[in-house]
T-cell receptor, first 113, second 113 residues
């Protein structure tokens, strides 16, 4: 079945880079997503990558995709205390016309000043 | 625009009680979704709708019902609440299915005791 795995916790110092990793199992995934959830709030789409891309950069965010290993990562440069949140990796199934997202359990990022 | 709104924010139910979680979006989105998020877990899809009058089951539909009589509203009904339904419930909407961004509401925290 489909599964998305993430490490549960990551702690970094302000100004450092953060790298959050994710593995997925469905090789037919067309898009992969990173969502951010701040305390007490809903999820907010941060960025996404199409499965035929290796990398996508968006300001401080860099997404790397290794399709062979089914590995996705999110790098946050110059991490700030405002980046403290839970980050969810999600995949959409091939032919997912209904937008059926499969989420990982989330990685809690703590940024120390 | 308010985006996706959910009521109530918090609710405590006794076992066997029923309730309706309300969800409204003002973005004229065709697609709407209900997810649940258990502690330390990712989101699981309960039900979704691709338009008024059309609904379908997601991954975890048991114990829930939905209806979609208008484009704006997508209520989720819990009949005979059970402790296993203690969770945070998120409603989301998107313009289309597949890769269109899903916009999330702030969530309803439900406790069944």
């Amino acid at each position: 079945g489909e599964d998305v795995e993430q490490s549960l916790f990551l702690s970094v110092r302000e100004g450092d880079s953060s790298v959050i990793n994710c593995t997925y199992t469905d090789s037919s995934s067309t898009y992969l997503y990173w969502y951010k959830q701040e305390p007490g709030a809903g999820l907010q789409l941060l960025t996404y990558i199409f499965s035929n891309m290796d990398m996508k950069q968006d300001q401080r965010l860099t997404v790397l995709l290794n399709k062979k290993d089914k590995h996705l990562s999110l790098r946050i440069a110059d991490t700030q205390t405002g980046d403290s949140a839970i980050y969810f990796c999600a995949e959409i199934l091939y032919g997912g016309s209904q937008g059926n997202l499969i989420f990982g359990k989330g990685t809690k990022l703590s940024v120390k000043p | 625009n308010a985006g996706v709104t959910q009521t109530p924010k918090f609710r405590i139910l006794k076992i066997g009680q029923s309730m309706t979680l309300q969800c409204t979006q003002d973005m004229n989105h065709n697609y709407m979704y209900w997810y649940r998020q258990d502690p330390g877990m990712g989101l699981k899809l309960i039900y979704y709708s691709v338009g008024a009058g059309i609904t379908d089951k997601g991954e975890v539909p048991n114990g829930y019902n939905v209806s979609r009589s208008t484009t704006e509203d997508f209520p989720l009904r819990l009949e005979l609440a059970a402790p296993s339904q203690t969770s945070v419930y998120f409603c989301a909407s998107s313009y289309g299915g597949g890769t269109y961004e899903q916009y999330f509401g702030p969530g309803t925290r439900l406790t069944v005791t």
